[in-house]
């Protein structure tokens, strides 16, 4: 029995249930008025502006358009619905309190071409936001304006560039080094850049090899970019020796700071030799995540570097805040005006009402949940947590199911799909590569001892199931508005279908 069941809606999309004459617009005017004021508008924009054809959009009433994406709702997860434990992700559950702030009009009503006098309190947000950052992290300036965690990575990769480059170093400093463990993005963003990557094995403690560091290191190596707690959510035990490695080499030190969880108050990546840090605050600071934005990636620099932020940050004179673009050597922008203001006001007010000692909190929680849990799974029969074996987890842990696997042929990826059985999300699979069937864990501070303990009894459920009759395992999920998908058609870009403008271009590719 796992008490949960999805709702099953055979739910079309809104343009097969939009009929053509109805409309969900009530309004003062009559039809006619409304016409004649389409035609007035009409005939402001220019000619060449104008569609040509009617847009081909779906008519609702209002009931059905509320029906609609309430069915919708009900045949997805979220963090509102249950525990969500994705490692790397920090899907923690988000105050209510952020979200109604950022909706406010008087932040949604503010224009960012409006003159500075009339936007000082906005000003005030974004200097005050990136002081706290500088704090947290132990740098000292901040550009809040890029969009994600890899938008961040890549603003940092451009920075190390224009820095070697302001050197004359740019010809032989062609090299980012970056640990096996690393987050895909990092590999990515740093070839976006035009660096070469070199990567760097982990040891059987889960940290860098530091033997395979020094010889990746050279005249050649721009910087290395480390996540620390690294994403066997393990803390670098070198990573002081680690730093001095390469800044003797003449490199500059990159933090990813997705998940600042485990470390917020605890300790600061400034302290530790990082040189540029970033933070998602769709992860860590309140934002809501999952949905495929809107986040923010501010990136965080050490006084050597503040040259090279994007321009404008935001500057105090006294009393008065203003847009600062006394950055000399800046990179430029890297994204429209001044960020997601919307995501940087739910952070503000998520400090804010957390102070100091709310986020030091964060990081003792997020640290015993996982540390709670690792040990709860990995005594169950079929799961164990490899690397570094009796050294503490920080914000997440990695369990293995390659036991299970040869015991009962039950693979992480048919646990994960149980799991969602239980009305409970499942862990991020086969992440880090590292590890064989990987399930990465990140309970994060938000689940209480209860809901741990209940996902705890699920894995020893799944284990028992697998070794009895795994057939069960090996056909989930069960319970939910979708069963198992084909995999393979599922990722494949034919399959794919994300808007429907592409739906339109596969069905007249189709004869
Ligand atoms: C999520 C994550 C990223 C990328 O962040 P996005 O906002 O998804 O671009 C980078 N590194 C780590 C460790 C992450 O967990």
């Known amino acids: 029995m796992t008490g949960f069941r999805q709702a099953r809606w055979n739910e079309p999309s809104i343009f097969k249930v939009g009929r053509t004459k109805s409309h969900g ?31 081909n959009l779906p008519a609702l009433s209002e009931v059905d358009v509320v029906r609609h994406f309430t069915r919708l709702s009900q045949a997805n997860f ?13 899907m923690k559950y988000s105050p209510k309190v952020n979200d109604a702030i950022a909706n406010s009009d008087k932040v949604h009503w503010i224009h960012p071409h409006q003159d500075e006098s009339t936007v000082q309190g906005a000003l005030e947000i974004m200097y005050k936001l990136s002081q706290w950052f500088s704090e947290i992290t132990g740098m000292n300036g901040f550009t809040l304006q890029p969009s994600a965690g890899a938008h961040g990575e890549y603003t940092g990769a451009l920075i190390m560039r224009a820095y070697h480059r302001e050197r004359g170093d ?34 059987e403690k889960g940290c860098v090899d530091m033997d395979a560091l020094e010889s990746a290191v050279s005249e050649r190596t ?74 923010a990636g501010p990136v965080g620099v050490v006084e050597a570097l503040e040259g090279f932020l994007p321009v404008p940050t935001v500057g105090r004179d006294g009393e008065h805040f203003y847009l600062n673009y006394d950055h000399p050597q800046t990179i430029g922008r890297v994204g429209g005006f001044y960020g997601n203001f919307e995501v940087l006001v739910k952070a503000f007010t998520y400090v804010l009402s957390m102070g100091g000692d709310g986020l030091s909190r964060v990081a003792e929680l997020s640290v015993l949940n996982a540390n709670y849990l690792a040990r709860k799974i990995s005594e169950i029969k079929g799961f164990s947590l490899p690397y570094g074996s009796g050294i503490l987890r920080k914000h997440e842990c990695v369990i293995s199911c390659s036991k299970l696997k040869m015991d009962t042929s039950v693979t992480a990826k048919d646990v994960a799909k149980r799991l969602l059985d239980f009305g409970v999300h499942a862990p991020t699979m086969y992440f880090p590569l590292i590890v064989e069937e990987a399930l990465m864990l990140e309970p994060t501070e938000t689940e209480s001892l209860e809901e741990l303990d209940r996902y705890a009894s699920i894995f020893a459920q799944i284990s028992r199931e697998a070794y009895e ?28 279908c994300l808007s429907w403008r592409m739906r339109k271009k596969q069905q007249e590719r189709k004869p």
Do not use: W
């Open 25 to 55: 617009v009530c309004s003062p005017f009559s039809s006619e008025d409304q016409k004649m004021g389409v035609d007035a508008l009409t005939r402001l924009i220019p000619k060449n502006l104008l569609r040509r054809d009617e847009p």
């Open 78 to 90: 979220g963090v509102d619905n249950g525990a969500y434990p994705l490692g790397s992700c920090t």
């Open 170 to 203: 740019l010809e032989r400093r062609r090299e980012i080094i970056v640990p096996d463990s690393a987050h895909g993005t990092n590999l990515a963003s740093a070839s976006m850049v035009g660096f070469h990557v070199v990567v760097v094995p982990s040891n």
């Open 222 to 295: 721009a910087g290395l970019m480390l996540t620390n707690p690294n994403t066997l959510g393990i803390f670098e035990e070198n990573i002081l020796e680690i730093s001095r490695i390469i800044h003797d080499v003449g490199g500059l030190l990159y933090y990813d700071g997705a998940n600042l969880n485990a470390i917020m108050g605890k300790a600061r990546p400034g302290d530790m030799g990082f040189d540029i840090v970033h933070l998602n605050l769709h992860k860590t600071f309140s934002t809501p995540h999952g949905g495929g934005g809107p986040g």
């Open 469 to 496: 009759d795994p057939t069960i395992v090996l056909n989930a999920p069960h319970n939910t508005s979708v069963g198992a998908l084909d995999e393979v058609k599922a990722s494949h870009p034919r399959t794919f």
